[in-house]
């Protein structure tokens, strides 16, 4: 069976979308455990930054995702440069619990549909 461009296009897409939130899912359980080390964050977020470099890089819609990429790339190039582990430790979980504000700001319902809802006359 052949695909279509366009479900190849879709797949491609998710996968590169799961991955990203694997890496910041890795992330933060890295930021948050404290006996981690420079050394293995470095060795685990440089395996995840390659595997990330080999998806198909797509066009991504949503600002979360958006952000998500290029948090990532930021943390890459500020660990490509000197750093001590534990000063980057607080910032960068600050910064992942935003993304994760933003990733559920959407699930929120809007007002004007809950008054809707409150209103409606059930007799």
Not at 20 to 49: A, G, S, Y
Not at 93 to 117: E, G, I
């Amino acid at each position: 069976m052949r695909y279509t461009p366009k479900q190849i296009e879709k797949y491609q897409r998710q996968r590169y979308i799961t991955f990203l939130e694997k890496v910041t899912k890795n992330l933060f359980k890295m930021f948050r455990d404290e006996n981690i080390t420079q050394e293995q964050f470095l060795k685990r977020f440089d395996d995840l930054k390659v595997k990330l470099d080999e998806q198909v890089d797509i066009r991504l819609d949503s600002e979360y995702h958006q952000q998500m990429k290029d948090y990532i790339e930021r943390l890459h190039s500020e660990c490509n440069h000197e750093f001590v582990f534990d000063d980057i430790r607080e910032a960068n979980m600050t910064l992942l619990n935003r993304l994760q504000k933003l990733k559920n700001s959407t699930s929120y319902k809007k007002d004007k549909h809950r008054n809707r809802s409150k209103n409606q006359d059930w007799g």
